[in-house]
C-alpha cells in the first residue's frame, strides 16, 4: 500500500517536477557549487579553483562594480572589463557637447590619460561563510518584531567576531526568505580609472529597439583599471596610486565556440523570486507589471521625442533614459514569458502536489492567497505611485522639497545636513530639465488620475487632472514660476545657476516653496497615498514576508528530491549551463551566435540607434579580421546560452570549460526574462559580448594594443 502510494505521488509530482527542475539553472552560492551537475554538463576544472579564501582562485578576479554591475580583472595591472551600459553614466559624465565621449568613444594611449571617476567602487569578496546557527540564536518562538531585534544584535555580534582588517568589511545578508544567513568578507577599492569605451555606435548598438532580443549585434564593453596604494591595499584617489596587482587574473580565449559547449557566468545578481506562491505570480502578471510598464511608457515617448532632436538632450537624458528603457521592456517579456511558459498554471500543479503531502504547507499555501488577495488594490496604487515619483522628475523634486521643508521646521537641517542636501541637488539637477519633465509630469498626473481608484487620491484629483492637454498647460505654467524646477530666481539666482544664493535664507525659501503649486500637489498625493495605501499595504506585506519565510521552510522540507538555491541578493552567485540557440515561437529557430555581418545588415546611416563608424564599416570591407574571425571567416559579435542570470549580471564574466574568459554577459533574451521568477531551460537565454568581438574593436578599431600586451589570451 506505502509502495502505491509512493508511486502515485510520483506521478502527481512528475509534470512540475519536470517544469521546475533547473537541471543548469541556478545562481549558486560559490561556496555550495553544484559541483556534480557541473562536470556532468563539462567543467574540466575544480569547484575550488572557482573559489578558495586560502589562495587564488577565479573569484579573485571577480567584482562588483559601482554596487550594482560586475566586472573581471583581465591583466596583472588591475585592468577590468565591464559593459558599457554598467560604464554608461562615468562615460556620460566625462561628455560635453564639444567632447562627446558617448558619441565618439574614448581610448586612453597610456596611463596617465586614464580618466578618475570620483564616488566609483569595486567590491572584492575575500571570503563568504554560513552563520545561519549565530545569527538566529535566540530566536526559537518569539513573534516577528521580537525575533528581528534579537537577529538585528546577533549580527553586530558575528560582525565583531569575524574581526575583520581595517579596509575591510562585513556584510550578513540572508537567503530563503531569512531561514539562512552569510557573512561576506568585502574589500572596497575606491580609485577607478575609465581606460577605454567604444562609441556607443558600437557599445550601444541597437539601443532601445534590440534591448532584450536577439539577435544581438552589441558590442557591450567597456574598460576601467583599479588603483591601490603601494600595499596594494584600497585608497581614496591619488596621483600616487599604483595599479592593482590582483590575486588572480582570467586569461582570455579566442578559441571558436561549438553548440552545447559547457559555460558558467560569476558575478552579483540583483534579485530574483524564485519561490513565490503562484497568488503573487498571478498578480505580478496582471496587475504591477502591466501598471510600471503603462507609466513608464508614457515617460519614455516623451523624453525621446526632444532625445532625438537636440544634442543637448540627448546627453544630459542619456543615462537615465537607458536605465527607464531598461525594466520597462524587461516587464513586458517578463510577463509575456510567463504566459508562454505557462508559469502560473504550472507552480499551481506543484504546490497542489506538495500540498497534498503536506498539511502545514497548504495552509501556508492558503494563508498566502488570502493576504495578497486583500493586498491587491494596495499594491496597484504602490505600483502607480512609486512609478510616478520615479518618472515624474518635478515630483520628485517637490518631494524632497517637501523633507527639506519638514526638517528645517523640526530643527534638523543643521549645516552638515543642508550642505548634503545642497550637494544632493546639484547632482540631479545636473542631468534635469524642468521644461522637459513639466511635458512628463502633465502626462502621467493624467495617467496616474484615470488608472487610480478615485478612494485612493486626494479630492477632486480625478476630476482636475484626468485630461492630459489641459494638464500640459498647467503645469507647464507652475514649472515655468517655480524656484524647485530651476526656471524661476530667488536672490538674484536659480538652482542652476548659484544654489548658494537660493539657500542663503532659509525661512524665506521656505515661505516661497509653501506656496508653489507644485509642491502642494506633491503634499496632496502624498498625504492621500500614505493614508489610503500605504499603510495598508506596508502591514499587508509584513504578514506575506512572514508566512514566506515559513513557506520557504516547508518547501524544502516537503519536496527532497529538488535541489534548491538561494534567490539572488545581489550576492556573489555562480550559475552555468551550455552554448545554446533557441526555439522560442513556432516556426522561429535562433543560432547561438551572430557576427559583423549583422551589424552591417542592421546599418543605418545616421540613425539614432543603428549607425556605424566609418572606420568599423572600413574593417568589414576589407575583412580586416585578424585572429579574431571564426571558422565562418567573420568576427563573432555575440552569443547565448542557458546560464540563469538577471540584473547584476551586467559586466559578468562568462567562462569555458577550464576558466578561461569567452564571453562578457550584457542581457537576456526577451523570451526568457521570466526567469527571475521562473527559469525554464526551452527559453531562458543569457547573451553575451564574444570575447573575439572585444579584441577585435581594441586591437583593429580603437589600435590600443598596449592593452592586448597586458593580457593573456589563449589561441
Same mark, same amino acid.
Given at each position: 500500500?506505502?509502495?502505491?502510494?509512493?508511486?502515485? #505521488?510520483?506521478?502527481?509530482?512528475?509534470?512540475?517536477?519536470?517544469?521546475?527542475?533547473?537541471?543548469?539553472?541556478?545562481?549558486?552560492?560559490?561556496?555550495?557549487?553544484?559541483?556534480?551537475?557541473?562536470?556532468?554538463?563539462?567543467?574540466?576544472?575544480?569547484?575550488?579553483?572557482?573559489?578558495?579564501?586560502?589562495?587564488?582562485?577565479?573569484?579573485?578576479?571577480?567584482?562588483?562594480?559601482?554596487?550594482?554591475?560586475?566586472?573581471?580583472?583581465?591583466?596583472?595591472?588591475?585592468?577590468?572589463?565591464?559593459?558599457?551600459?554598467?560604464?554608461?553614466?562615468?562615460?556620460?559624465?566625462?561628455?560635453?557637447?564639444?567632447?562627446?565621449?558617448?558619441?565618439?568613444?574614448?581610448?586612453?594611449?597610456?596611463?596617465?590619460?586614464?580618466?578618475?571617476?570620483?564616488?566609483?567602487?569595486?567590491?572584492?569578496?575575500?571570503?563568504?561563510?554560513?552563520?545561519?546557527?549565530?545569527?538566529?540564536?535566540?530566536?526559537?518562538?518569539?513573534?516577528?518584531?521580537?525575533?528581528?531585534?534579537?537577529?538585528?544584535?546577533?549580527?553586530?555580534?558575528?560582525?565583531?567576531?569575524?574581526?575583520?582588517?581595517?579596509?575591510?568589511?562585513?556584510?550578513?545578508?540572508?537567503?530563503?526568505?531569512?531561514?539562512?544567513?552569510?557573512?561576506?568578507?568585502?574589500?572596497?577599492?575606491?580609485?577607478?580609472?575609465?581606460?577605454?569605451?567604444?562609441?556607443?555606435?558600437?557599445?550601444?548598438?541597437?539601443?532601445?529597439?534590440?534591448?532584450?532580443?536577439?539577435?544581438?549585434?552589441?558590442?557591450?564593453?567597456?574598460?576601467?583599471?583599479?588603483?591601490?596604494?603601494?600595499?596594494?591595499?584600497?585608497?581614496?584617489?591619488?596621483?600616487?596610486?599604483?595599479?592593482?596587482?590582483?590575486?588572480?587574473?582570467?586569461?582570455?580565449?579566442?578559441?571558436?565556440?561549438?553548440?552545447?559547449?559547457?559555460?558558467?557566468?560569476?558575478?552579483?545578481?540583483?534579485?530574483?523570486?524564485?519561490?513565490?506562491?503562484?497568488?503573487?505570480?498571478?498578480?505580478?502578471?496582471?496587475?504591477?507589471?502591466?501598471?510600471?510598464?503603462?507609466?513608464?511608457?508614457?515617460?519614455?515617448?516623451?523624453?525621446?521625442?526632444?532625445?532625438?532632436?537636440?544634442?543637448?538632450?540627448?546627453?544630459?537624458?542619456?543615462?537615465?533614459?537607458?536605465?527607464?528603457?531598461?525594466?520597462?521592456?524587461?516587464?513586458?517579456?517578463?510577463?509575456?514569458?510567463?504566459?508562454?511558459?505557462?508559469? /502560473?498554471?504550472?507552480?499551481? #500543479?506543484?504546490?497542489?502536489?506538495?500540498?497534498?503531502?503536506?498539511?502545514?504547507?497548504?495552509?501556508?499555501?492558503?494563508?498566502?492567497?488570502?493576504?495578497?488577495?486583500?493586498?491587491?488594490?494596495?499594491?496597484?496604487?504602490?505600483?502607480?505611485?512609486?512609478?510616478?515619483?520615479?518618472?515624474?522628475?518635478?515630483?520628485?523634486?517637490?518631494?524632497?522639497?517637501?523633507?527639506?521643508?519638514?526638517? #528645517?521646521?523640526?530643527?534638523?537641517?543643521?549645516?552638515?545636513?543642508?550642505?548634503?542636501?545642497?550637494?544632493?541637488?546639484?547632482?540631479?539637477?545636473?542631468?534635469?530639465?524642468?521644461?522637459?519633465?513639466?511635458?512628463?509630469?502633465?502626462?502621467?498626473?493624467?495617467?496616474?488620475?484615470?488608472?487610480?481608484?478615485?478612494?485612493?487620491?486626494?479630492?477632486?484629483?480625478?476630476?482636475?487632472?484626468?485630461?492630459?492637454?489641459?494638464?500640459?498647460?498647467?503645469?507647464?505654467?507652475?514649472?515655468?514660476?517655480?524656484?524647485?524646477?530651476?526656471?524661476?530666481?530667488?536672490?538674484?539666482?536659480?538652482?542652476?545657476?548659484?544654489?548658494?544664493?537660493?539657500?542663503?535664507?532659509?525661512?524665506?525659501?521656505?515661505?516661497?516653496?509653501?506656496?508653489?503649486? #507644485?509642491?502642494?500637489?506633491?503634499?496632496?498625493?502624498?498625504?492621500?497615498?500614505?493614508?489610503?495605501?500605504?499603510?495598508?499595504?506596508?502591514?499587508?506585506?509584513?504578514?506575506?514576508?512572514?508566512?514566506?519565510?515559513?513557506?520557504?521552510?516547508?518547501?524544502?522540507?516537503?519536496?527532497?528530491?529538488?535541489?534548491?538555491?538561494?534567490?539572488?541578493?545581489?550576492?556573489?552567485?555562480?550559475?552555468?549551463?551550455?552554448?545554446?540557440?533557441?526555439?522560442?515561437?513556432?516556426?522561429?529557430?535562433?543560432?547561438?551566435?551572430?557576427? /559583423?555581418?549583422?551589424?552591417?545588415?542592421?546599418?543605418?546611416?545616421?540613425?539614432?540607434?543603428?549607425?556605424?563608424?566609418?572606420?568599423?564599416?572600413?574593417?568589414?570591407?576589407?575583412?580586416?579580421?585578424?585572429?579574431?574571425?571564426?571558422?565562418?571567416?567573420?568576427?563573432?559579435?555575440?552569443?547565448?546560452?542557458?546560464?540563469?542570470?538577471?540584473?547584476?549580471?551586467?559586466?559578468?564574466?562568462?567562462?569555458?570549460?577550464?576558466?578561461?574568459?569567452?564571453?562578457?554577459?550584457?542581457?537576456?533574451?526577451?523570451?526568457?526574462?521570466?526567469?527571475?521568477?521562473?527559469?525554464?531551460?526551452?527559453?531562458?537565454?543569457?547573451?553575451?559580448?564574444?570575447?573575439?568581438?572585444?579584441?577585435?574593436?581594441?586591437?583593429?578599431?580603437?589600435?590600443?594594443?598596449?592593452?592586448?600586451?597586458?593580457?593573456?589570451?589563449?589561441?
Amino acid at each position: 500500500m506505502l509502495k502505491n502510494k509512493n508511486i502515485l #505521488l510520483s506521478a502527481v509530482l512528475l509534470p512540475a517536477a519536470m517544469a521546475f527542475a533547473q537541471q543548469n539553472g541556478g545562481m549558486w552560492i560559490p561556496t555550495e557549487l553544484n559541483e556534480k551537475e557541473m562536470k556532468d554538463l563539462g567543467m574540466k576544472i575544480s569547484a575550488k579553483q572557482i573559489f578558495d579564501p586560502t589562495k587564488p582562485s577565479i573569484k579573485d578576479a571577480v567584482v562588483q562594480f559601482d554596487g550594482g554591475c560586475t566586472a573581471e580583472i583581465i591583466s596583472p595591472k588591475g585592468l577590468i572589463l565591464t559593459n558599457h551600459h554598467c560604464g554608461y553614466d562615468n562615460i556620460q559624465s566625462h561628455s560635453t557637447v564639444e567632447n562627446d565621449l558617448l558619441t565618439n568613444g574614448f581610448w586612453a594611449k597610456n596611463p596617465s590619460e586614464e580618466l578618475p571617476n570620483p564616488g566609483v567602487t569595486v567590491d572584492f569578496i575575500s571570503d563568504i561563510k554560513e552563520v545561519t546557527a549565530q545569527v538566529l540564536a535566540g530566536t526559537n518562538g518569539l513573534d516577528q518584531k521580537a525575533a528581528q531585534e534579537i537577529i538585528n544584535k546577533n549580527i553586530e555580534e558575528v560582525k565583531a567576531s569575524l574581526k575583520p582588517e581595517s579596509w575591510q568589511r562585513i556584510l550578513i545578508k540572508p537567503v530563503y526568505y531569512g531561514n539562512k544567513y552569510y557573512a561576506y568578507i568585502i574589500e572596497t577599492y575606491k580609485d577607478i580609472r575609465l581606460v577605454g569605451a567604444p562609441p556607443q555606435s558600437i557599445g550601444k548598438f541597437g539601443s532601445d529597439t534590440d534591448n532584450w532580443v536577439w539577435p544581438r549585434h552589441t558590442g557591450d564593453f567597456s574598460m576601467f583599471r583599479i588603483y591601490a596604494d603601494k600595499n596594494n591595499r584600497p585608497a581614496e584617489y591619488s596621483k600616487d596610486n599604483i595599479p592593482y596587482k590582483p590575486k588572480y587574473f582570467l586569461p582570455i580565449s579566442i578559441k571558436d565556440k561549438q553548440e552545447n559547449d559547457f559555460t558558467f557566468v560569476y558575478g552579483f545578481p540583483g534579485r530574483t523570486t524564485e519561490y513565490l506562491p503562484s497568488i503573487a505570480i498571478e498578480k505580478i502578471m496582471n496587475d504591477t507589471d502591466p501598471a510600471r510598464i503603462a507609466v513608464r511608457e508614457i515617460a519614455l515617448k516623451t523624453l525621446d521625442e526632444k532625445m532625438r532632436t537636440d544634442a543637448e538632450t540627448r546627453i544630459k537624458y542619456a543615462s537615465k533614459y537607458a536605465s527607464v528603457a531598461n525594466y520597462w521592456k524587461k516587464w513586458m517579456g517578463e510577463v509575456e514569458g510567463l504566459k508562454k511558459s505557462n508559469a /502560473l498554471e504550472n507552480k499551481r #500543479l506543484y504546490e497542489q502536489s506538495l500540498a497534498a503531502k503536506s498539511p502545514e504547507l497548504k495552509n501556508s499555501l492558503d494563508e498566502l492567497k488570502r493576504l495578497y488577495t486583500e493586498q491587491a488594490p494596495y499594491a496597484l496604487n504602490n505600483a502607480y505611485y512609486t512609478e510616478l515619483l520615479r518618472n515624474a522628475e518635478t515630483l520628485n523634486l517637490a518631494n524632497r522639497f517637501l523633507n527639506y521643508s519638514a526638517s #528645517l521646521e523640526q530643527g534638523k537641517m543643521d549645516d552638515k545636513v543642508l550642505a548634503k542636501f545642497k550637494n544632493e541637488l546639484s547632482a540631479f539637477y545636473k542631468d534635469y530639465s524642468g521644461e522637459l519633465d513639466a511635458k512628463v509630469t502633465a502626462k502621467l498626473l493624467a495617467l496616474y488620475a484615470n488608472k487610480v481608484p478615485a478612494q485612493y487620491l486626494p479630492e477632486g484629483f480625478k476630476q482636475n487632472f484626468s485630461d492630459a492637454n489641459k494638464n500640459l498647460e498647467t503645469i507647464e505654467n507652475w514649472s515655468i514660476n517655480s524656484i524647485i524646477s530651476g526656471r524661476n530666481s530667488l536672490n538674484g539666482a536659480t538652482v542652476y545657476t548659484n544654489i548658494d544664493n537660493v539657500f542663503a535664507n532659509q525661512n524665506q525659501l521656505v515661505s516661497i516653496i509653501k506656496k508653489d503649486p #507644485l509642491i502642494s500637489l506633491m503634499a496632496s498625493l502624498k498625504e492621500a497615498y500614505l493614508k489610503n495605501a500605504d499603510s495598508k499595504y506596508t502591514m499587508l506585506q509584513s504578514q506575506i514576508d512572514a508566512i514566506q519565510k515559513k513557506y520557504m521552510a516547508q518547501l524544502m522540507q516537503a519536496d527532497q528530491n529538488r535541489k534548491f538555491f538561494p534567490d539572488a541578493n545581489s550576492t556573489m552567485r555562480v550559475t552555468y549551463g551550455k552554448v545554446k540557440g533557441s526555439n522560442p515561437r513556432d516556426g522561429v529557430f535562433y543560432k547561438f551566435q551572430t557576427h /559583423l555581418a549583422g551589424v552591417m545588415e542592421k546599418y543605418l546611416p545616421g540613425d539614432y540607434e543603428f549607425d556605424v563608424p566609418k572606420k568599423l564599416i572600413d574593417l568589414y570591407n576589407k575583412k580586416d579580421f585578424g585572429i579574431y574571425k571564426d571558422k565562418t571567416g567573420d568576427v563573432p559579435v555575440a552569443f547565448t546560452a542557458t546560464n540563469h542570470t538577471t540584473g547584476g549580471n551586467s559586466g559578468s564574466p562568462a567562462l569555458d570549460a577550464y576558466g578561461n574568459l569567452i564571453g562578457l554577459n550584457f542581457d537576456r533574451q526577451w523570451e526568457g526574462t521570466m526567469s527571475d521568477i521562473n527559469y525554464d531551460q526551452k527559453y531562458s537565454r543569457n547573451i553575451m559580448v564574444d570575447t573575439k568581438y572585444i579584441l577585435f574593436v581594441i586591437d583593429k578599431f580603437a589600435d590600443s594594443k598596449w592593452l592586448l600586451n597586458e593580457m593573456k589570451i589563449v589561441k
